[in-house]
Nanobody, 124 residues
Framework: QVQLVESGGGLVQAGGSLRLSCAAS????????MGWYRQAPGKQRELVAH???????NYADSVKGRFTISRDNAKNTVYLQMNSLKPEDTAVYYC??????????????????WGPGTQVTVSS
């Protein structure tokens, strides 16, 4: 199994910055894509940013130019630098990763995992 744990959420004023981190742990063989999603109250979960194992990125239009996703493959960690935060960025932010992990038979098997989420609140 592969576990993801997010950190770095909190309360910030509009215009401020936060940096989220998400570390993957467990019987990891390889990680392909990693991403950040968010879910605001009463809304569906949406993609915020996504990064492949080679470093290709894509962003939701609403965060382009303000958010930057990056990853440290040696640490199995993905980051989300959030600048110029707006009240509409308020949501629970979830980390997602997919790849392969070692099964009990020492054979790589596919996994897709989610973190428990971290709250980001932007006050106006």
């Amino acid at each position: 199994q592969v576990q993801l744990v997010e950190s770095g959420g909190g309360l910030v004023q509009a215009g401020g910055s936060l940096r989220l981190s998400c570390a993957a742990s467990g019987n990891i063989f390889s990680i392909n894509a990693m991403g950040w999603y968010r879910q605001a109250p009463g809304k569906q979960r949406e993609l915020v940013a996504h990064i492949t194992s080679s470093g290709s990125t894509n962003y939701a239009d609403s965060v382009k130019g303000r958010f930057t996703i990056s990853r440290d493959n040696a640490k199995n960690t993905v980051y989300l630098q959030m600048n110029s935060l707006k009240p509409e960025d308020t949501a629970v932010y979830y980390c997602n990763a997919d790849g392969s992990s070692w099964s009990q038979y020492r054979i790589p098997v596919d996994f897709a995992s989610w973190g428990p989420g971290t709250q980001v609140t932007v006050s106006s």
